[in-house]
């Protein structure tokens, strides 16, 4: 808000528009309704009606007004405003009048819809849009860590869908990885965090009547899906991605810290720090996006606690218990 204004009682109904987001909006249509702060007598009134047409000398009012702080918007039009935010993720990081449970809601849209879109077609184009967005989420808690536990208290909980379950392991990932206070490069992190978020790329790559059937598979669809960490991980180098960091993700999301997963069977200190991190965030997700009770969460945990590193299991623990279930 506006340093010269006391509009408190403004924040439930309204909140203030800046001239960035403006800007970011069609250049003479804008979808939402603009209300006007008028000083005298300390209340709004319509200023613009939605998609009227602007002149440029209007454009240039509306933007003046917005810079001098007395241009809103109704949260009645969130919707609208959250659907615009989700489209250009960085003006996250510029409007200071979302709520974090505001921000929370264009981020469970924003990425989600990106992972679908790079998991559909895994070109550059797209992956590089998708890279983006998770480095501006990335952005977004690391300006204030409490903002991860926001995000997993909005987990999805139901739907047992895989790209569901691929944003909720890359938000847990993430926070067990910042919990665990582990001593990571900047730059390893945000390689953390794009593979948390793409790991499952060859699973989705399987056709879905095969990774959906419910009878036996036959020895050759076993075979796909036993190397489909492997097959994601060719496909995220046909895109040049070599870091290793990120591969891990890929790779090694179904290794067990006992040496019962697969494709290549890696035990304890052979699985990297990234596939250890993304082993348990996958399993975790899978438990929660089918929606199970909590204690039936916490008792499956508990019987697979061999499968993981007991520092990072035991991360997930205070997480799950202090944070999601609270």
Same mark, same amino acid.
């Given at each position: ?36 702060f008028k000083e005298k007598i300390a209340s709004l009134e319509p200023f613009y009606k939605r998609d009227s047409r602007l002149q440029e000398e209007q454009r240039k009012e509306i933007l003046e007004r917005a810079s001098q ?121 945000? /390689? ?35 190397? /489909? ?23 090694? /999301? /179904? ?72």
């Amino acid at each position: 808000m506006s340093k010269k204004l006391d509009l408190n009682s403004l924040n439930e109904e309204f909140y203030q528009i800046s001239p960035k987001i403006l800007e970011s909006f069609s250049k003479f249509r804008i979808p939402l309704d603009l209300y006007l702060f008028k000083e005298k007598i300390a209340s709004l009134e319509p200023f613009y009606k939605r998609d009227s047409r602007l002149q440029e000398e209007q454009r240039k009012e509306i933007l003046e007004r917005a810079s001098q702080g007395l241009l809103f918007v109704s949260r009645k039009d969130h919707s609208i405003y959250t659907k615009h935010i989700s489209k250009q993720l960085d003006l996250i990081l510029i409007d200071k009048h979302l709520t974090p449970l505001e921000i929370v809601s264009i981020l469970k849209m924003a990425i989600p819809e990106k992972i679908a879109e790079f998991y559909e077609q895994p070109v550059k184009p797209v992956w590089e849009e998708l890279q983006e967005s998770i480095i501006i989420l990335l952005k977004y808690i690391q300006e204030d860590p409490h903002r991860i536990k926001g995000l997993i208290k909005n987990l999805f909980k139901q739907n047992n869908d895989l790209i569901k379950t691929t944003y909720n392991a890359g938000i847990l990932g993430l926070a067990i990885t910042l919990e665990s206070k582990q001593d990571i490069k900047e730059k390893d992190l945000k /390689h953390i965090a794009l593979g948390l978020f793409t790991y499952d790329l060859g699973l989705y790559r399987i056709p879905k009547f095969i990774r959906e059937k419910t009878a036996n598979l036959t020895p050759e669809e076993q075979q796909k899906i036993i190397n /489909h960490p492997i097959s994601g991980a060719k496909s995220m180098r046909k895109l040049d991605i070599r870091e290793e960091t990120l591969l891990n993700c890929h790779l090694e /999301h /179904h290794e067990y810290f006992d040496g019962s997963g697969y494709p290549r069977k890696l035990k304890g200190p052979d699985i990297s720090l990234s596939g250890k991190i993304c082993s348990l965030a996958h399993f975790t997700a899978e438990l929660i996006t089918k929606n199970l009770p909590p204690h039936e969460l916490l008792n499956t945990l508990s019987k697979n606690s061999q499968k993981f590193a007991p520092k990072f299991y035991n991360t997930l623990l205070n997480i799950i218990t202090n944070i999601w279930l609270k």
